[in-house]
């Protein structure tokens, strides 16, 4: 199984926010990232944190990482109908090999 | 700058074939990866090249999988013979620096269909 999980599906409304969750399970993961995946697509770096950080923002994007908890969210403001993807959450240690998670296919309505 | 480049992007092959994959990193980076994604799963690392030099290859199943990188740039990925399990993309990724880039790069992968 998954050393990294996330939940399988997210369904949102145009215009609202979107929070993605994660949660890993190495306490010494170095960073942490969130990869986006369209259709027959290979995967889009979005964003990564370093593991001593608390937030990180980026546009419309806000990566928060709680390191007690293990848990790190992606929250999308505004999502918008190009938002619809799978997202997936990865870690890496100090040899910088990323393990991912299962994904979490986000659906964005009208 | 162009990004990872792979082909092809669709191969099926029947059961015992042999496939072969290509993959062109971002000029420069000197680490490279592959990776198996099989449908509704993460990516799992298959091989890490560092140069022309394998890091770490503990996943790969070197009974039917080989991977070579043989003048630190381009690299391919075999499969002899292919298994109806091998069914899954071929994912290329790659970074900067020594091994130490935090940010990987993929390419569009190689989807496989083993029939």
């Known amino acids: 199984g998954e050393d990294v999980e996330q939940s399988l599906f997210l369904s949102v409304r145009e215009g609202d926010s979107s929070v993605i969750n994660c949660t890993y399970t190495?306490?010494?993961?170095?960073?942490l990232y969130w990869y986006k995946q369209e259709p027959g697509a290979g995967l889009q770096l979005l964003t990564y944190?370093?593991?001593?950080?608390d937030m990180k923002q980026d546009q419309r994007l806000t990566v928060l990482l709680n390191k007690k908890d293990k848990h790190l969210s992606l929250r999308i403001a505004d999502t918008q109908t190009g938002d619809s993807a799978i997202y997936f959450c990865a870690e890496t240690l100090f040899d910088y090999k990323l393990s991912f998670g299962a994904g979490t296919t986000v659906t964005v309505r009208a | 700058e162009a990004g990872v480049a792979q082909s092809p992007r669709y191969k099926i092959i029947e059961k015992r074939q042999s496939v072969a994959f290509w993959c062109n990193p971002i000029s420069g980076h000197a680490t490279l990866y592959w990776y198996q994604q099989i449908l509704g799963q993460g990516p799992k690392l298959l091989i890490q090249?560092?140069?022309?030099?394998?890091?770490?290859d503990s996943q790969l199943p070197k009974d039917r999988f080989s991977a070579e990188r043989l003048k630190g740039v381009d690299s391919t990925l075999k499969i002899q013979p292919a298994k109806l399990e091998d069914s899954a993309v071929y994912l290329c990724a790659s970074s900067s620096g020594d091994g130490t880039g935090v940010e990987q790069y993929f390419g569009p992968g190689t989807r496989l269909t083993v029939t």
């Open positions: 190495d306490s010494s993961s170095t960073y």
């Open positions: 944190i370093f593991s001593n950080m």
């Open positions: 090249f560092q140069n022309n030099g394998v890091v770490d």
